[in-house]
């Protein structure tokens, strides 16, 4: 428990706060008297923490007009009560600055999968950029998710090592199906960033990044780890010749210039939320 300044003012036109303690607060002291101003913020959150701020009702859907930029992580490892779930954690996270247009979340020491966690976020129409860093999600993940954020640009996450595809649906015909299952989609989405675990399968996510292109008409950017981008890139182009893709070979070329390497688009967060789970 960290110590409490009963009555204190002491940041009245604080713009940047980072609250990154092992320990939590002990009360809401830092946030006394800037709503009005605070812009960024980092904390770490834990249970406590989560308490002291829901007790002072610091955060209300109407409060910090101004905040834009919302950084929350939190650590299992920590000894205190494990009640809430990486789930729990991320829903109280959006009820703080819920119209920040830049939001990151941070889980450490987990690996978390993305289940009732898309419903949540899709509450948040105004989601841009969406950093899973080390989240593990397949490609229905990802169509749900551009799905229920009309205005979903960017992606980060890790790759599951399975395919939840229809094993009876044979490889050329994939395309066929993905296209006939799914309607147009994700206006804005344009980048994909992979992050890569020890079982990362390289050909599974060449796949989905290029079904993901027949049915999301502006998605032009695939980013891999250096250490998995030769590979990536002549499967990639393997598959484009490939019976099923070869007919949509020059909408799918567009993923073979600049998404693979490092040349991924600056992210302009006009209007948009940045949400991160990473370590």
Partial sequence: MGPTF???????????????????IGDDTPFRGNA????????????????????????TPTSHPRLQSVNLG?????????????????KFGLTIGPNAPVRQFTTLMSHPRLGPITT????????????????????????????VLPLLSHLCSKVLPFDPLPRSIAKHNLP??????????????????????????VKIAVKWALLLALIC????????????????MAHMKEMIASNGY????????????????NNIPNVKTVQAKRVTVAN
């Fill in 6 to 24: 009963p009555g204190a003012l002491p940041f009245p036109r604080l713009r940047y706060l980072s609250l990154v303690l092992a320990s939590p």
């Fill in 36 to 59: 009005a101003t605070l812009e960024w913020l980092n904390m770490y959150l834990t249970l406590n923490t989560i308490n002291v701020l829901r007790d002072n009702m610091v955060f």
């Fill in 74 to 90: 939190w650590n299992y490892d920590l000894p205190e009560p494990r009640s809430a779930s990486e789930f729990e954690y991320m």
């Fill in 120 to 147: 949540t976020l899709g509450e948040h129409k105004c989601i841009q950029t969406l950093e899973l860093t080390h989240t593990r999600i397949h490609i229905l993940d990802v169509i749900a998710l551009v799905k």
């Fill in 176 to 201: 066929a199906y993905v296209i006939a299952k799914y309607p147009p989609m994700g206006k804005w989405f344009r980048c994909w960033r992979i992050n890569s675990d020890s079982d990362f399968d």
């Fill in 217 to 232: 008409p502006n998605f032009d950017y695939v980013a891999v780890p250096a250490n998995s981008r030769e590979l990536f």
């Fill in 246 to 261: 070869r007919q949509h070979a020059t909408r799918l070329r567009r993923l073979l210039f600049g998404g693979w390497s």
